[in-house]
């Protein structure tokens, strides 16, 4: 399956953050994400993700090992495996153990709004980093690899909705957190865009 994704920076949150509250309840989450790679960096040239993720929400915390191939047109949308892990630290060890580093470790905070549109299930996700300016708007939907245009298109119609459409950011939020922990400018303060 493809996560079909586009996001948005967002420059009027309040409205947005309503306008998303009049489609689905509000779910606050914490994402503590890290990243895995060989130490030649090999998977991050190649646009390959290794994520150990831990989800805190109000109902508590669960642990997913995500694998992520290569992104499949220019949104960045990818071919993504997911699985539920009961505890984080093992995996991590395995990870290591078996010659992987650790590339960057971000926590997102996020408030995550479920809805359908189109017969699909969509995410939107409202998103700050605290290494980067700002807010940010995700809105991803699960698509077989023969609709993942059809399923841009709905992301963008729903993007649209939100004033939001001509304000896409393609850039990662790992690469921007490490540009912005190695003084780069795409951080606090900076006017750049980041993060994805």
């Not at 395995?94 to 971000?106: C, E, K, R, S």
Request: aromatic share 6%.
């Amino acid at each position: 399956m493809i996560e079909a994704e586009l996001k948005a920076r967002v420059d009027k949150p309040a409205r947005v953050r309503a306008a998303l509250a009049a489609l689905a309840d509000a779910e606050n989450a914490t994402y503590r994400d890290t990243y895995f790679d060989w130490p030649s960096h090999q998977l991050d040239a190649e646009g390959t993700e290794v994520r150990l993720r831990t989800i805190e929400t109000a109902a508590g915390a669960r642990h997913l090992l995500t694998y992520k191939q290569p992104a499949v047109d220019a949104s960045g949308s990818k071919p993504e495996h997911e699985t539920t892990v009961a505890a984080p630290e093992p995996v991590a060890a395995m990870l290591t153990g078996l010659g992987m580093v650790i590339l960057v470790a971000l926590t997102k905070h996020c408030v995550n709004y479920r809805f359908d549109r189109a017969g699909r299930s969509m995410l939107a996700t409202l998103v700050t980093v605290p290494e980067l300016d700002g807010y940010f708007l995700e809105v991803e939907t699960v698509c077989e690899p023969d609709a993942v245009d059809a399923a841009l298109a709905e992301i963008r119609a729903v993007l649209e909705e939100f004033g939001l459409a001509d304000r896409l950011d393609t850039s990662t939020y790992t690469g921007s957190v490490k540009a912005a922990r190695a003084g780069e400018g795409t951080g606090k303060g900076a006017s750049s865009a980041a993060g994805s």
